[in-house]
Nanobody, 127 residues
Framework: QVQLVESGGGLVQAGGSLRLSCAAS????????MGWFRQARQAPGKEREF???????????DYADSVKGRFTISRDNAKNTVFLQMDSLKPEDTAVYYC?????????????????WGQGTQVTVSS
């Protein structure tokens, strides 16, 4: 079992930065690929939107086109933590951000491929 707790969300002006953290419990974290997803409040019936993924050892990452060049995903397996550095934030980045763990070495852009989820952290970007 892996339990995930996100932190670092908040209110920021457009153009600003935030760093999200996802702390994981469980002995298997270092062998889990991780992902960040988001869901805007005005889209409750929609599938969670892929943001970024990272492989078990950090050797492979991928990003949604909408965040490429602005967001950076990283991980520290010694601290069982994955990060999402978000720069040049835009109002359309406003959403609840979730981290997720997958019982495989490689990541996926599809939420159904993940086995564990955190409760989410709210990010609000004002214009």
């Amino acid at each position: 079992q892996v339990q995930l707790v996100e932190s670092g969300g908040g209110l920021v002006q457009a153009g600003g930065s935030l760093r999200l953290s996802c702390a994981a419990s469980g002995r298997t974290f270092s062998s889990n690929a991780m992902g960040w997803f988001r869901q805007a409040r005005q889209a409750p019936g929609k599938e969670r939107e892929f943001v970024a993924l990272i492989s078990w050892n950090g050797g492979s990452t991928d990003y949604a086109d909408s965040v490429k060049g602005r967001f950076t995903i990283s991980r520290d397996n010694a601290k069982n933590t994955v990060f999402l550095q978000m720069d040049s934030l835009k109002p359309e980045d406003t959403a609840v951000y979730y981290c997720a763990a997958r019982r495989y070495y490689s990541g996926s852009a599809y939420p159904d491929d993940y086995h564990y989820w955190g409760q989410g952290t709210q990010v609000t970007v004002s214009s």
